[in-house]
């Protein structure tokens, strides 16, 4: 079997991508330098563009200063005589301080009738406009606010621009600013006052501006050579691009020149001219250099700590992928590495796997020590490689498994030589063992034809469901079959079901109540509630099957609660009906007796549900009182407070002694089915039932026999005294709605 290069680590592996690597950084190395000068080129062009398109958009703002600010001032005089409305009328101090504060030159406050009441000049106080004024026809008009165009006051003479908001009492607020301030904001847009903004806040040599036919129109210094132009070898490039670049050198200085076109964007894309931006390269070189040299610096550093951490991360690699994929102590590949293969390298080939468990291992670690366990797995280990060839690979599964995979393999008969030859190295373990009476036993599951299946999780499943059967079969190996899988899966379904029963309280639970019969009174005294499982997929199943299903997989607990609910609403509905002294049993398990809080829910199940706790039985088996025999004694004397009687099921068949029953808080006891089937055969278990029947009499117990078939078996059990009788012969166990059926015909 070949070795796939991820188990292992190729120092070629290593090298190659250090060469590619350095023959990449070269090239980037070079290119990067180069990259370098073009990134402060580009640089000085954007931060050229820029410029221009800044310088562009201030041209634009000066010819449409008058409409842009025209706009400003309408909504300055907008928000401003609002807000003098809401201040101005009530306003105690000088109105002056509320124009400064909103930062215009007038505000006149009229009443409703268009007299001024208030104003920042005095003098107008009392002035009152007369019809067709601009005054008069807002006063008179309808607009809440309006703002005029620039005009002269009608008193100074004055350019002013006025805003109005009326009040919803007809009063109204005026408010003007100055014409002439307009012009002094124009004038920040003019070309030398911008030429010259743009010369402090760069860091340029020069900024010109050049009109359509590249003439010298402005500059921001008076060296002229550097704006001198060779026009007719750049206006092909401005025609063609709009820019033009060039170094240039002048008197053994070089420079940077950059030229873009300035065009207006509202105008009929009206060209306005060209914007020539001249860079100083001094620092520019120095830069470049510096960085070169950094950049070498950094990429030699680089190069020797990559090759450093490249061998250091071969060694690590190589000891992690032995961690990864083999076990420390036999040096065998792992289930990792096992999974790898089955994953990537068995398709097309005839290949089966071997679960080989050594069974006894775990006993042999606890009376000898882990040392002589991890001894003994390594001579394992060793003992069946010698097996192993080119199609026979041996791995490390767990801690006493292990896993041999068979590769190309041609009918069972050789799987079987194999089992056989395994078998022998695992005797021969055994037979050169230091210790005396230390023998390795083993159980072998196999899985013949694993490339039927789409996971390597399925097949370790089926390899442990067939070690499950090996260990309850006489042969220490079997071969994998879907029937144990569908035992399994029938197993899980059933769980699946009562899971969801439980949680749903359906009847997919359900009960059936076999009635008990009083042999002296000759009635039915009581009903044991007996658990049934109608499953949605396989129909009926047995309680010995779904009980033991609970069991094993941790649901008995919740599955009792459910039986006790549901007896509970029977006895409750019992009650309902004038059975009131009917008692109904239910079956407890051994694991719900010795829960802390097993007696309180009890109680609580029975009276949530409408049942009297008198009414309730609970019965255990013998068996469960072996370890526990003082706790769940504890727990039935608890329930006997509650008025709960107890019974003692299928006795006899256990472990139980009279001289424990003595001290046992019950009140009765069923003699199990298989001492009352013999009572007519005239065996000695026919004396054992009436022994039982007498010594429980004798501790003042009451008995009921189980399982009564025939009326011999009745016969016997009334003449030896016998309480009550449980069985066919009286009734199966019957539907609720036919144990109410069966109560008319009989009395209680």
């Not at 008990?516 to 099957?545: C, H, M």
Request: with cysteine.
């Amino acid at each position: 079997m070949a070795e796939k290069n991820y188990r292992s680590l190729s120092l070629k592996y290593l090298i190659i991508p250090i060469l590619v690597l350095t023959l990449l950084f070269s090239f980037l190395s070079y290119k990067s330098i180069d990259l370098i000068e073009d990134y402060f080129c580009k640089e000085m062009q954007n931060e050229s563009q820029k410029i221009a398109r800044g310088y562009s958009y201030s041209l634009e703002k000066g010819l449409d200063a008058n409409l842009l600010f025209d706009d400003l001032l309408r909504e300055k005089l907008t928000a401003t005589s609002q807000v003098a409305a809401l201040l101005g009328k009530n306003y105690t101090e000088d109105i002056s301080q509320l124009a400064t504060f909103l930062n215009i030159d007038d505000i006149h406050v009229y009443d409703n009738e268009g007299v001024i009441i208030n104003s920042t000049n005095e003098k107008y106080i009392g002035w009152t406009a007369d019809a067709g004024h601009p005054v008069y026809n807002f006063m008179e008009g309808s607009q809440i606010s309006f703002v005029e165009e620039i005009r002269p006051d009608s008193e100074t003479g004055i350019n002013y621009k006025y805003g109005y908001f009326k009040n919803l009492d007809g009063s109204f607020i005026q408010v003007g600013i100055k014409a002439e301030n307009i012009t002094e904001l124009l004038a920040e847009f003019s070309l030398g006052h911008l030429m010259t903004e743009i010369q402090e806040v760069t860091e340029i040599e020069r900024i010109s501006y050049l009109d359509a036919g590249l003439n010298l129109e402005a500059s921001s210094a008076a060296n002229s050579s550097l704006d001198f132009f060779k026009k007719e070898e750049i206006r092909e490039s401005l025609e063609q691009n709009n820019k033009y670049f060039s170094f240039v050198n002048i008197n053994g200085k070089e420079y940077y020149k950059t030229i873009f076109k300035i065009t207006h964007d509202q105008h009929d894309s009206h060209d306005l001219g060209y914007l020539s931006i001249v860079y100083p390269l001094d620092e520019t070189k120095k830069a470049i250099s510096d960085f070169k040299n950094i950049a070498i610096a950094v990429i030699v550093t680089f190069y020797i700590i990559l090759i450093y951490g490249f061998f250091l991360s071969y060694r690590k690699n190589k000891r992690l992928i032995k961690i990864a994929y083999f076990d420390q102590l036999t040096e065998l590949p792992n289930k990792e590495y096992l999974k790898d293969v089955l994953e990537n390298e068995m398709e097309g080939k005839n290949s089966a796997l071997f679960l080989i468990n050594c069974d006894n291992f775990n006993l042999i670690n606890l009376s000898l020590g882990y040392k002589f366990g991890d001894q003994l797995i390594k001579e394992t280990a060793l003992q069946i490689k010698k097996i192993t060839d080119e199609n026979k690979k041996l791995f490390r599964f767990e801690e006493d498994k292990f896993i041999l995979l068979f590769e190309n393999y041609q009918d069972d008969d050789q799987l079987e030589e194999l089992i056989e030859s395994i078998n022998n190295e695992i005797e021969e373990i055994s037979l050169k063992s230091k210790f005396d009476n230390q023998y390795l036993s083993s159980s072998i599951a196999v899985e013949k034809d694993i490339n039927q299946y789409g996971s390597v999780e399925e097949i370790m499943n089926n390899l442990n469901i067939v070690l499950d059967y090996v260990k309850s079969s006489s042969s220490n190996y079997l071969f994998f079959n879907q029937q144990m899988k569908e035992k399994i899966n029938r197993k899980d379904e059933i769980e699946k079901e009562l899971r969801e029963s439980i949680r749903l309280e359906d009847e997919r639970i359900h009960l059936n109540y076999q009635p008990i019969f009083d042999l002296k009174e000759q009635k039915i005294a009581a009903f044991e509630a007996l658990a049934r499982l109608k499953t949605n997929k396989y129909g009926n199943v047995s309680p010995e099957e779904f009980i033991q299903i609970a069991e094993d997989r941790h649901l008995i607990i919740p599955l009792s609660k459910l039986i006790l609910k549901k007896a509970s609403k029977f006895s409750a509905k019992l009650d309902k009906h004038g059975f009131k002294k009917l008692k109904v049993s239910v079956n407890m398990s051994g694991l719900d007796l010795i829960q802390e809080d097993f007696t309180e829910n009890i109680i609580k199940i029975i009276r949530e549900n409408g049942a009297k706790t008198e009414n309730i039985k609970v019965e255990i088996t013998e068996s469960v009182l072996l370890n526990n025999f003082d706790l769940i004694n504890l727990k039935l004397s608890q329930l006997k407070k509650e008025g709960i009687t107890s019974a003692l099921d299928d006795f006899g068949t256990g472990y139980s002694s009279f001289y424990r029953m003595t001290e046992l808080n019950i009140d009765l006891v069923k003699i199990d089915k298989y001492f009352i089937n013999k009572i007519t055969k005239g065996t000695e278990n026919s004396i054992v039932a009436a022994a039982i029947i007498e010594l429980s009499h004798s501790l003042g117990l009451s008995v009921i026999a189980e399982g009564v078939e025939t009326e011999a078996e009745k016969d016997y059990l009334i003449e030896n005294n016998c309480d009550y009788i449980q069985g066919y012969l009286f009734s199966r166990p019957l539907s609720e709605k036919d144990a109410f059926v069966l109560l008319k015909n009989f009395k209680v």
